[in-house]
């Protein structure tokens, strides 16, 4: 190509953009910060409910764990309700799909309570009650998790563990686990806008499931490079030198907080022996059955 | 080591594992305290690998000879924005302080004083997640120069850096210069950075073969070097609009009008209007942020799909408005290329991608044999038109980033569009990488076609641009 003068209009247009406000960017408001409980609290929060989830056999513990997390999510200005809801509902339907069939119309036994019969598949009181106490129990742990992870970041993570005295390598792969669902998040959404850019109509669904292989070929590798340049990325930040690192962000603690990241362990595994070791009784799921059916 | 050497390479060299050819051999360098050195030379001649070495990264991929022996602490920024952030924070705030907070301190860094270094405490508080390229590079680099380190590594820094930050940059660089600190840069362009050197070295085929000061540098010196010149005095660029000078609108083929983005309540860039005749090719340039690859973007429709976004404005390609169309109907007129390739690739070898680039038209069974050959014939036109023939048969993945971008070009041509959107296509090209993209322009246009770039040479958009748009 030929040197040449500048030819035509130089300038065509000019302007200038509105400045993005403070934490905001290219018009999308960063996600507030600020949290009332440190990230350590949380995952301490976030075990103990699963060990009281799983370690009370009764589905008025995952109920109540549910009907708390919603109250969370619709409160919390970290998670957006309706992307938790989102998540819930896509993990715990199927699931409750699969219970229902499998203990609740096949659940195995001889002196068996039968609601509803029809050839092989027979609903059943015991089948119901393991049917149920089971989904509640999935629905529960995805629910709290959702919580935790949508309302926290690799930094959050990271400095939880930290707080926590783990090793600085489960930290850190736990950290990369959380980065790792925007990455993917960002790489599908430009993969498939770059097929659109060649003719793909992407906006339907039997295109999207045919491109899917490639798609999801590219990613694996595209991820597996992001992730090696972000750990030699990291190394240069001074990643290993220092045997404890200081927590990423500051987060808000307090002699409270000490007291409930004791106090929740000690209660839970003070609830859960008193439970097993029958001085405690919570409803198990039959006997809700029972109540119900009068 | 004496205390005026920082870093001292003798004989230095290195081999990948597996490879019978040494990617760098007898490598003699030395910088000391206060001291820039720039390293250039074309793709493939081991400028990144050098930086690697520099920068002790290449530990266990191979086999190092010779004496490395670095005096003090070395930091390292690599080429590709996209991998300079750590993914460990969310926040622009965090990731600057991250050296301190991973080395145990908890004292507190002035993170809008680093940021002003560089010019960009606007970013103080914003998301990570929605700065451009250029501002992202900048900020990794911000964040390595916490750490106070004795020696900077910077592969390519300028790359995805609009004029006014190369010369932030530059002044940042002298600063930390002038405090003792030493600088090794290496690319394939010589640009503002690279001028400011106090020495400049070239690199072909792994050796070192010449230095210059970089006064002495012109076009013929470093174009016999394989190095593309970006610098010359591109202030006419920045004059008001000349009047009269405008298109007609019945002239155009590309003509965009009054086309601008929002987000949530935030102006990306104001109504804009870019035109280009059958032939000509337009640039748009303007600084890190801007919304230059947005506008791309929505004039291809990308947008369309992005709840977050909202356009405006009318797009219309020799008659046609295509405001109101999906972006895969779009395709029909415009073949977008994105900055980032990796984006787009995803098969086993170059000429497999290209294969499978494009759907097929609808059709019936009988004729899919047919199309099939029809689209190898195109494959082979445009890998041709590209210079890509030599690398049909090698994973994408393994061409050189230039090269890389040539692919997706390529997948653009078989559109077989009116008008060609490239976003950034002179990222990190030597001189026969800016070659090849020229000729590819220029073949383009020459059958009546429209091109529209967006980039950082301002001499480059002087060069071939009959227009250019500037974003504030």
Same mark, same amino acid.
């Given at each position: ?116 019969? %029809? #050839? @092989?598949?027979? +609903? $059943? *009181? ?5 049917? =149920?106490?089971?989904? !509640? ?124 990241? %004791? #106090? @929740?362990?000690? +209660? $839970? *595994? ?5 439970? =097993?070791?029958?001085? !405690? ?14 | ?472």
């Amino acid at each position: 190509m030929e040197d040449r003068p500048f030819a035509g209009d130089p300038v065509v247009n000019t302007g200038s953009a509105a400045p993005a406000p403070t934490g905001a960017a290219n018009g999308r408001p960063a996600i507030h910060r600020p949290s009332i409980l440190h990230p350590a609290t949380e995952l301490v929060l976030l075990v103990c409910a699963l060990v009281l989830t799983y370690g009370i056999p009764s589905p008025l513990v995952p109920a109540a764990l549910l009907v708390a997390a919603t109250a969370v999510a619709a409160g919390s200005p970290r998670v957006r309700l309706g992307r938790w809801c989102a998540t819930v509902a896509v993990l715990a339907v199927p699931m409750l799909i699969m219970v229902g069939l499998v203990q609740g119309l096949f659940y195995p036994g001889d002196d068996l309570e039968v609601l509803w019969q %029809w #050839g @092989a598949a027979a +609903v $059943t *009181v015991e089948g119901l009650s393991v049917a =149920l106490q089971l989904w !509640l129990r999935v629905v529960a742990m995805i629910a709290v998790c959702a919580l935790f992870a949508f309302g926290s970041d690799s930094a959050r993570t990271f400095d939880g563990m930290i707080r926590l005295h783990l090793p600085l390598g489960i930290a850190y792969v736990c950290a990369t686990a959380l980065s790792l669902v925007p990455l993917l998040r960002d790489q599908v959404t430009r993969a498939l806008a770059a097929r659109s850019a060649r003719g793909w109509n992407t906006g339907r669904l039997a295109t999207r499931v045919r491109l899917m292989p490639g798609i999801i070929a590219g990613l694996v590798t595209a991820s597996l490079v992001q992730l090696d340049q972000r750990h030699d990325t990291l190394e240069q930040r001074g990643f290993g030198r220092s045997p404890r690192p200081a927590e990423l962000q500051d987060h808000p603690d307090g002699v409270a907080q000490r007291v409930l990241r %004791w #106090g @929740a362990p000690v +209660v $839970t *595994v003070l609830l859960v022996t008193l439970t =097993l070791g029958g001085v !405690l009784h919570l409803p198990t799921a039959s006997e809700l059955l029972e109540v119900l059916r009068g | 080591m004496d205390d005026t050497v920082v870093l001292s390479l003798a004989r230095a060299g290195f081999a990948f594992h597996g490879s019978e050819t040494q990617t760098l051999a007898e490598i003699d360098l030395r910088i000391g305290p206060g001291e820039m050195i720039a390293v250039l030379g074309p793709q493939g001649s081991g400028t990144s690998t050098l930086c690697r070495l520099a920068a002790g990264l290449l530990g266990d991929r191979g086999a190092v000879s010779g004496a490395i022996t670095v005096r003090g602490s070395v930091a390292m920024l690599g080429d590709d924005p996209e991998a300079q952030l750590t993914g460990m924070t969310s926040y622009v705030d965090d990731e600057v302080s991250l050296p301190a907070r991973l080395a145990g301190s908890t004292r507190p860094v002035d993170i809008g004083a680093v940021l002003d270094t560089f010019g960009m405490q606007r970013l103080l508080g914003r998301r990570l997640d929605t700065l451009s390229g250029g501002e992202r590079q900048l900020v990794a680099l911000a964040s390595l120069m916490t750490g106070e380190p004795a020696l900077l590594v910077l592969d390519q820094p300028a790359l995805s850096l609009d004029p006014d930050a190369r010369m932030l940059l530059v002044r940042a660089l002298r600063s930390f210069c002038d405090a003792g600190g030493s600088v090794l840069l290496t690319g394939h362009q010589h640009d503002d950075l690279t001028a400011a050197a106090d020495r400049v070295a070239f690199v072909r085929g792994g050796r070192l073969v010449g230095s210059a000061r970089p006064a002495e540098l012109t076009d013929e010196a470093l174009g016999v070097r394989g190095v593309w010149n970006t610098l010359s005095d591109a202030a006419h660029l920045l004059a008001p609009p000349l009047p009269g000078a405008h298109v007609n609108a019945s002239e155009a083929l590309l003509d965009v009008r009054g086309l601008s983005v929002r987000r949530a309540t935030t102006e990306i860039f104001p109504p804009l209007d870019v035109r280009a005749a059958p032939g000509e090719v337009a640039a748009i340039v303007g600084p890190n942020g801007s919304g230059k690859s947005t506008l791309l973007r929505a004039v291809a429709g990308l947008l369309e799909v992005d709840a977050t976004a909202g356009t405006a404005g009318s797009v219309r390609v020799g008659g046609t408005e295509l405001v109101r169309m999906p972006a895969h109907q779009r395709t029909r007129w415009l073949g977008w290329v994105g900055q980032d390739p990796g984006a787009q690739l995803s098969a086993a070898t170059a000429q497999t991608e290209l294969e499978r680039a494009l759907p097929l038209p609808p059709h019936r069974r009988r004729d899919r044999a047919r199309l099939r050959e029809e689209r190898a014939t195109d494959v082979a036109g445009v890998l041709a038109q590209t210079g890509l023939v030599e690398q049909a048969a090698e994973h994408p993945y393994d061409l050189a980033p230039a090269q890389r971008k040539d692919l997706v070009i390529a997948s653009a041509l078989l559109l077989r569009p009116e008008v060609v959107l490239l976003d950034e296509p002179t990222l990190g090209r030597d001189l026969a990488g800016m070659r090849r993209l020229e000729r590819v322009i220029r073949d383009f246009t020459a059958s009546g076609g429209a091109v529209v770039v967006t980039t950082h040479d301002l001499r480059w958009a002087a060069r071939i641009a009959a227009r250019v748009v500037r974003i504030r």
